[in-house]
């Protein structure tokens, strides 16, 4: 896990389940999302840090998936996000894509129409954009946005834009896009956001972009930050870190006042507050 919901998610069933249960996550994720964390001990998990490479999500993905190979008679491997190797992808989209399903019966009741003009979604590995877009992807009026993590910029070399930065390659398991050094090994991935800062981005989110069928903009630790405070003013709504980049690239996209747009508000700020207060500019 890396913002630590699936994590915590995990937690709860193993607990109604009476299944032991480990996680892992990165060490730095350990740090900035503690109150996950600590939500999974309470509810029963072993928490085991993964302490190589950047220390967040690709590398506690690399420790789940060693362990899993190594203890196949007594480990199941599972997964939030739409990356690794089949049929994980395709779970998960399938899973999440009961967003989809519920922002079509909302549009239908609040706006008289299920077909917003656009959707809008942040992408780290992409299980809520898989989601948010799962029950569109045919109805091509609607444009689907993804919003992937630029962190310190682009050209700064602290950045998780993968559509920006990669090339196709294999990580986990799967072709995609990658951000690979020429000899194809991986650069480390940067952002604010311990749920976004991956490498490489779900294969379907790949075939989105290359096929031109989303539209992939890029947002900055700052620009998202920003966007977070002001959600919350305007709404009372403190987003998580990862959502707050959505919300950020509807400065950059060329909107009309009667545009219907649906953002996908995926996680609340309360495991982010820690990361808000250091932030501090507010």
């Known amino acids: 896990t890396g913002a630590g919901q699936h994590g915590v998610a995990t937690a709860t069933v193993c607990a109604l389940m009476g299944v032991e249960c480990i996680v892992y ?3 730095v994720d350990m740090a900035r999302q503690k109150p996950n964390v600590e939500r999974m001990r309470i509810l029963g998990a072993e928490v085991r840090p993964a302490t190589s490479g950047s220390k967040t999500l690709k590398d506690a993905t690399n420790e789940a998936m060693r362990h899993w190979i190594n203890n196949p008679t007594d480990t199941h491997y599972i997964i939030g996000s739409v990356v690794g190797p089949h049929p994980y992808p395709e779970m998960v989209a399938r899973f999440q894509s009961v967003i989809s399903a519920e922002i079509r019966t909302q549009l239908k009741e609040k706006e008289g129409t299920e077909l917003p003009n656009y959707v809008v979604a942040c992408v780290g590995g992409g299980s809520n954009a898989a989601g948010a877009f799962y029950n569109y992807y045919d109805d091509e009026e609607v444009a689907l946005v993804a919003v992937e993590a630029a962190g310190l910029g682009n050209t700064t070399g602290k950045s998780a834009a993968t559509t920006t930065l ?4 294999i990580l986990h398991g799967s072709k995609t896009l990658l951000m690979q050094t020429e000899d194809g090994q991986v650069v480390e991935p940067y952002s604010i956001s311990a749920g976004l800062d991956y490498p490489g981005i779900g294969p379907v989110h790949a075939h989105l972009f290359e096929t031109g069928r989303a539209t992939f903009y890029s947002v900055t630790d700052e620009e998202a930050m ?3 405070i ?3 003013r305007l709404e009372g709504i403190i987003p998580a870190i990862e959502s707050a980049h959505a919300f950020a690239a509807l400065n950059q ?3 009309k006042s009667d545009d ?3 953002v996908n508000l995926s996680g609340r700020g309360d495991k982010d507050l820690e990361t808000y207060i250091k932030w501090g500019k507010y």
């Open 226 to 228: 920003k966007a977070g």
């Open 230 to 232: 002001q959600l919350s």
């Open 260 to 262: 219907l747009v649906v």
């Open 25 to 27: 996550m990165g060490e």
């Open 253 to 255: 996209m060329s909107l």
């Open 166 to 169: 990669g090339k196709p390659g």
